[in-house]
T-cell receptor, first 108, second 115 residues
């Protein structure tokens, strides 16, 4: 069975500090990983996906198959990054499993 | 612009009532999903549908059923609502061509309170 774990429910940093949101997964097949974000009073939306290997809003995430992790990083956090972040795993047959979510608060 | 619309933003129902949550998408997507969102538990998949008249159980289907009679509409049904079904319900859709790597498009959510 597939599983996604985000160990931190809450994460607080100051503006300009680096931030890392942790995500670990378990899946016996070849996973595809995503990060979704939900800003206050907005709908949940895709932030980035592993297959694109892109940086979105300064965020990057690297898939580490050895450690089964897909941590989200940003070198300099901004106040507008404050949101709920979900890590998600997709299987080859299309089922998408989400983690428990991490609330990021960036203080001025 | 991509649009997933959930007809009810807020509902208050009584224990034992039958509840319908409706979701409509205008993107001609084959795949549709129902999740519930609870603090500390994240998003948990209730049911998903690959295409019209197709449905698959997710991780927490107990107490729920779904209907997909038309491609654009995916309904979640609570046959007899219970207080532990008080939650935020999120509908999402995705194109079948992006089934493995594709983006899910979410609705704004339906907050259900069962008294």
């Amino acid at each position: 069975a597939q599983r996604v774990t985000q160990p931190e429910k809450l994460l607080s940093v100051f503006k300009g500090a680096p931030v890392e949101l942790k995500c670990n997964y378990s899946y016996s097949g070849s996973p595809e990983l995503f990060w979704y974000v939900q800003y206050s009073r907005q709908r949940l939306q895709l932030l980035l996906r592993h297959i694109s290997r892109e940086s979105i809003k300064g965020f990057t995430a690297d898939l580490n198959k050895g450690e089964t992790s897909f941590h989200l990083k940003k070198p300099f956090a901004q106040e507008e990054d404050s949101a709920m972040y979900y890590c998600a795993l997709s299987t080859s047959y299309g089922k998408l499993t989400f983690g428990q979510g991490t609330i990021l608060t960036v203080h001025p | 612009d991509v649009k997933v619309t959930q007809s009810s933003r807020y509902l208050v129902k009584r224990t034992g009532e039958k509840v319908f949550l409706e979701c409509v998408q205008d993107m001609d997507h084959e795949n549709m999903f129902w999740y519930r969102q609870d603090p500390g538990l994240g998003l948990r998949l209730i049911y998903f549908s690959y295409d019209v008249k197709m449905k698959e159980k997710g991780d927490i289907p107990e107490g729920y059923s779904v209907s997909r009679e038309k491609k654009e509409r995916f309904s979640l049904i609570l046959e007899s609502a219970s207080t532990n079904q008080t939650s935020m319900y999120l509908c999402a859709s995705r194109s079948r061509t992006d089934q493995y790597t594709g983006e899910l498009f979410f609705g704004e959510g339906s907050r259900l309170t069962v008294l």
